[in-house]
């Protein structure tokens, strides 16, 4: 156990080297970084006018109120936030370490290649106005639907955010692991980055059968929408067990995979 922990916390020290050197970068070139920040705030704000649209008209969708609809939208805005500040970048050049080899550098290291390959990169510019974003508008709902703004709430909510933020990262990190065999695996990502989509409205607009593949079978749904139900409170005993046990299961698999991969993984300088 203890030298688990001592793992653990190396693994949380060098994330916080990763992210200090890439600030570093972004300091160094900030063209880089004013200009992905004003490219993001564009595209948050296209996305933003048709929900402003929506939310204007009053429709009220499978029992979801506008209200509870912008949770779902401010949720889901905090989730590309995540996503792009921690594992875009980062999964992006994931198949070029394998055709240029720099994947058997980071093999020599005395780190997990795994945590190597999804944590070295950290993006600065495009969460900023997705975060901002995405808590006004939790924060504007909550407060218009009078929802108790216990201690309770709140560490359900962060607590269900973490729990996506693990299926999350599995589901997305599948697709670039079948670079091992195939070198590029970008239709398949791209084929889950549209599904991605998916979560911009509440998932009860969806008939049943595709809500139980996008949260149980390929968990792409489970991401937003699983914090905005428990915010709102609907959610049945099933999915608050789903909610722990989606995160454990994901990363089961997606490590499982990983290591397979990895053994028949051969160098590109071989």
Same mark, same amino acid.
């Given at each position: 156990?203890?030298?688990?922990?001592?793992?653990?916390?190396?693994?949380?020290?060098?994330?916080? $080297?990763?992210?200090?050197?890439?600030?570093?970068?972004?300091?160094?070139?900030?063209?880089?970084?004013? %200009?992905?920040?004003?490219?993001?705030?564009?595209?948050?704000?296209?996305?933003?006018?048709?929900? *402003?649209?929506?939310?204007?008209?009053? *429709?009220?969708?499978?029992?979801?109120?506008?209200?509870?609809?912008?949770?779902?939208?401010?949720?889901?805005? *905090?989730?590309?936030?995540?996503?792009?500040?921690?594992?875009?970048?980062?999964? &992006?050049?994931?198949?070029?370490?394998?055709?240029?080899?720099?994947?058997?550098? &980071?093999?020599?290291?005395?780190?997990?290649?795994?945590?190597?390959?999804?944590?070295?990169?950290?993006?600065?510019?495009?969460?900023?106005?997705?975060?901002?974003?995405? $808590?006004?508008?939790?924060?504007?709902?909550?407060?218009?639907?009078?929802?108790?703004?216990? @201690?309770?709430?709140?560490?359900?909510?962060?607590?269900?955010? @973490?729990?996506?933020?693990?299926?999350?990262?599995?589901?997305?990190?599948?697709?670039? *692991?079948?670079?091992?065999?195939?070198?590029?695996?970008? %239709? $398949?990502?791209?084929? @889950?980055?549209?599904?991605?989509?998916?979560?911009?409205?509440?998932?009860?607009?969806?008939?049943?059968?595709?809500?139980?593949?996008?949260?149980?079978?390929?968990?792409?749904?489970?991401?937003?929408?699983?914090?905005?139900?428990?915010?709102?409170?609907?959610?049945?005993?099933?999915?608050?067990?789903?909610?722990?046990?989606?995160?454990?299961?994901?990363?089961?698999?997606?490590?499982?995979?990983?290591?397979?991969?990895?053994?028949?993984?051969?160098?590109? %300088?071989?």
């Amino acid at each position: 156990m203890s030298i688990s922990l001592m793992e653990f916390r190396k693994h949380v020290r060098m994330f916080f $080297i990763f992210a200090k050197n890439s600030l570093l970068g972004y300091m160094e070139y900030k063209a880089n970084f004013y %200009s992905g920040l004003i490219m993001e705030t564009v595209f948050l704000l296209s996305k933003l006018i048709y929900i *402003i649209f929506v939310f204007r008209l009053g *429709i009220e969708i499978n029992g979801i109120s506008p209200d509870q609809m912008m949770i779902f939208t401010g949720t889901y805005t *905090i989730m590309i936030a995540i996503y792009t500040g921690l594992f875009m970048d980062n999964f &992006y050049r994931f198949a070029g370490h394998i055709r240029n080899g720099t994947l058997d550098l &980071y093999m020599t290291k005395p780190l997990s290649l795994q945590f190597m390959i999804s944590f070295r990169h950290v993006n600065f510019a495009f969460p900023i106005p997705n975060l901002i974003a995405g $808590i006004t508008m939790v924060v504007l709902a909550w407060q218009r639907l009078d929802i108790d703004p216990s @201690l309770i709430h709140l560490a359900g909510y962060i607590g269900a955010i @973490l729990s996506s933020t693990i299926v999350m990262y599995s589901v997305l990190l599948l697709p670039q *692991i079948l670079a091992f065999w195939t070198v590029k695996s970008g %239709s $398949i990502f791209d084929m @889950l980055d549209k599904c991605w989509d998916l979560n911009n409205m509440p998932m009860y607009i969806y008939p049943k059968w595709l809500r139980r593949i996008g949260l149980y079978v390929v968990p792409i749904l489970f991401i937003t929408n699983m914090p905005s139900v428990y915010l709102i409170e609907r959610l049945d005993l099933f999915l608050a067990i789903w909610i722990f046990a989606a995160p454990v299961l994901s990363l089961l698999v997606v490590r499982l995979f990983w290591k397979l991969a990895v053994k028949r993984y051969e160098s590109a %300088s071989s």
